[in-house]
């Protein structure tokens, strides 16, 4: 798995100690070219470059697709996951009697934040709480869900915990129940086999800098494929209709996820995004994951070495890529372990987060390790 040569690709890998891929994943050589590809374009072409551009989109909606289990038509681009969120919610109705919303306690707060600024419209937020502070149930959701729920809002892998949501069940009694399902997979996907399609769920979303390699900018919006065309859009926008460079008179929107891309789209991360895309399709996602679980034994095996707590669930299928290490001054150090070029993350309620990615080698885990012990002896 890491090979020499994959390792080249990864130039950061050469300098510095790299177990932050939950967070960002590092970038690859290649997207330099690629972003340099794109700059060629837009002198070359100039206003003509749209004509290779927007195909050039559609390529990137077919690539992630493959990842994440989805025809490319179902899925739409925006610079980050919170519009997308916001433009999902566009599509429901909260003054009318289904206007609950389920969303953990444990999520990503931005899910929280795009849910809260509508309060007034008549939204009813209800706040799913999780029994031991690190994971979910899904009898946690579907113990909820009932003729007024419009819409269960679930992280696939937690952020601060690292713990995976089982989500066909909840998807199986929402729709029992009339309700839609949105998943966030930004901590998963790429990391962990999963299709959106075999989920069943009504709506995804992620972004493509942390397992992806890809960067920022590129994050994605994938909608159960029958529902295409019977949702309408509120944010909106010209590149959104079905002839892009039409100018129809009125709104027309795109009969596939494009309906959802508002205006002018962010090539640039997507000429970034589409090289890591490839990496993790070519590396292939069920051997990154194995890969994964054996760095994370490791982790897991150095941290209770030392007494540390793991906050993260101890069992392989209930666990994500990152390894959440309960620690005093988690975040001090992370400072000073970044100083010695040793990168990785912290986040209150956890700790310390560690990861590995099939770039990572066991001496690094290591290295990461004998570099606490000597922080901690100070
Ligand atoms: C689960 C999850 N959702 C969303 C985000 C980011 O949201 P946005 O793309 O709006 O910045 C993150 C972290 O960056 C995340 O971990």
Redesign the pocket.
Known sequence: MTQPTLRNKFPILSHSTYLVSHSMGAAPLDSRERILEYWNSWNDLGITAWDRWVPFVDDCRATLGKIIGAPGRAIAFHQ???TLVHSVLGTFDWSSSRNEVLISELT?P?LKYCLEVLKGTGIHIIRVPSRDGISHDSSDFTSLINARTALIMI?HGI?RSSAIIDIPPIVQVAHQHGARVLV?T??TAGMYPLSVTDWGVDFAVG?SHKWLCGGPGA?YLYIRPDLLGTLKPQLYGWMAQREVFGFAPDVQPADDARAFMTGTFGIPSLYAAKVGWETILEVGVTPIRQHVLHISHQIIRLAQERGLKINSPLKDEARGGQVCVGIDNAHKIELLLGKEKILLDSRPYCGLRISGHFYTEEREVLACFNALDSIIKR
Do not use: A, E, I, R
């Open positions: 980050n996951v919170s990503f931005t992280d952020y966030d930004y901590q972004g994050s």
